[in-house]
């Protein structure tokens, strides 16, 4: 997330909840998030070591008219690409604005060198450079595009099942510890919930076959026992 606005606290950033939500419900691993600067050398150097360990980057702001959009030149200037006016990009401003359209507003077709468009807004693609997906800060707009390129990224879906429980975090370690290792292509947490006052801790189990999720709670709570709570509903 780019913005210094975001990091001087004149907004609160929504776009890192909104795609959090959106890869969860995709099955996609969420592994890293930063929010930099509106800062060439922040968001290069980021974006570089970001696309060389991660499958997918996603962007968020930098990209516009204004002196502070400098995402794309920084993007560029990481991977030591040229900026170029994208064709495609700049017919769509051209046909928006016409005559009236203010000569910054070319910036917005404005892409480093060895991009293509993707997404299946006719209108406005999302533009993907390598393995990263640069998108518009503005929340109904980040969505939009976002929502133009879900499908890209669509894995199996995550699993989760949850316990409640009326014990410490302590007391309930050494029973975690063991289902922890009997499973280990699950995923397990243990949350304490100090403003609830039917149950003291929450454990989460998430896994990518429902079926596992299944036994590894099944076994959990067998190990739990009347440590467990059992919400209504």
Known sequence: MIGDEILAGKFADENAPFLVGELRALGVDLRRIAVIPDDRAEIGATVVDFSRRFDHVFTSGGVGPTHDD??????????AVPVEVEPRLEKVLRDH????????????????RGSELVG???????????????????PTLFRRKFASIRELFRDRPVTERRIYCRAEEGTLAPRLEVAVAEF?????????????????????????????????????RALLGDLVVDLPG
């Open 70 to 79: 400098v995402t794309m030149e920084a993007i560029a200037a990481a991977f």
């Open 97 to 112: 604005w016409g005559q009236a359209m203010a000569p910054a507003n070319i910036r917005l077709a404005h892409v480093p």
């Open 120 to 138: 299946d807004d006719p209108i406005w693609p999302v533009v993907r450079f390598r393995n990263i997906h640069i998108l518009p800060g503005v």
């Open 184 to 220: 280990p292509a699950c995923k397990l947490g243990s949350y304490p919930r100090f403003e609830e006052t039917a149950y003291r801790v929450m454990i989460t189990i998430e896994a990518a076959d429902a079926a596992l999720a299944d036994a590894c709670a099944t076994r959990l």
